[in-house]
Nanobody
Framework: QVQLVESGGGLVQAGGSLRLSCAAS????????MGWFRQAPGKEREFVAA???????DYADSVKGRFTISRDNNKNTAYLQANSLKPEDTAVYYC????????????????WGQGTQVTVSS
């Protein structure tokens, strides 16, 4: 069992940056794949980025080159550094964990945080 708590969201102007954090409880964090997803009002939850337990990363095309996912297994924490933010990045951002890497589908992640709001003003 893994419990996840996100933080770091907020209101930022277009072009600005935020660093989201995902603190995990449980001893299985270092062996879990971690993902970030987001959901805007009226839209489906979409994949943003993921990192495997070995450190391999994957990004949605919409954020590639602007966002960076990382993890610190000593701190049981995953991060999402979001730079050059755009109004279309506005959404609730969710952290998720999976015992086995299963790609970009939300259904492949059994553990979820409560989400943190990111709002980008134009």
């Amino acid at each position: 069992q893994v419990q996840l708590v996100e933080s770091g969201g907020g209101l930022v102007q277009a072009g600005g940056s935020l660093r989201l954090s995902c603190a995990a409880s449980g001893r299985t964090f270092s062996s879990s794949a971690m993902g970030w997803f987001r959901q805007a009002p009226g839209k489906e939850r979409e994949f943003v980025a993921a990192i495997t337990r070995s450190g391999n990363t994957d990004y949605a095309d919409s954020v590639k080159g602007r966002f960076t996912i990382s993890r610190d297994n000593n701190k049981n924490t995953a991060y999402l550094q979001a730079n050059s933010l755009k109004p279309e990045d506005t959404a609730v951002y969710y952290c998720a964990a999976a015992p086995v890497w299963r790609g970009r589908s939300p259904s492949g992640y059994p553990y979820w945080g409560q989400g943190t709001q990111v709002t980008v003003s134009s």
